[in-house]
């Protein structure tokens, strides 16, 4: 594979796995219910996408492979990771006030901050690579 075809693959897998935990989210807060679609479908896009990209890597050159994976790369991802992490912290206080006036239920409310924070780091992600390129 090409350099352009393996940024491509990358790009897309982690935009799809992060628009499904999006949209999973959004719909728990919509509905109001920890599953409004099957749970399993969030884990199965990342499958997915991992399996997608793993396969791209392994049907290019090791030139290829390194530089794609390059160090803006691995700081951009450092940098999607730290945003996902601080989404992650800052989801707990925005939850608290909707718990506690009984607006969401506890199960909804971590169904709903576990994809956040899923989609948070893949969005990031993609959104910083898209940025640098």
Do not use: H
């Not at 679609?37 to 090791?62: L, R």
């Not at 790369?73 to 992490?85: C, H, L, N, P, S």
């Not at 989801?91 to 006036?101: E, H």
């Not at 909804?108 to 899923?118: E, I, P, Q, W």
């Amino acid at each position: 594979m090409s350099y352009r075809s393996l940024l491509l693959t990358r790009i897309f897998s982690m935009g799809f796995a992060g628009l499904i935990c999006a949209i999973y989210a959004l719909l728990v807060l919509l509905q109001g219910r920890p599953d409004p679609m099957p749970t399993w479908i969030p884990g199965i896009a990342g499958v997915v996408a991992a399996a997608a990209i793993w396969a791209s890597v392994g049907a290019s050159n090791k030139k290829t492979v390194g530089a794609t994976f390059d160090e803006g790369f691995k700081a951009e991802e450092a940098m999607a990771q730290r945003i996902g992490f601080w989404v992650a912290i800052w989801l707990y206080p925005a939850f608290a006030v909707p718990l506690m006036l009984e607006w969401i239920s506890w199960p909804s409310a971590f169904a709903a901050m576990g994809t956040l924070t899923a989609a948070t780091y893949l969005l990031a992600s993609v959104f910083l690579d898209l940025r640098g390129r």
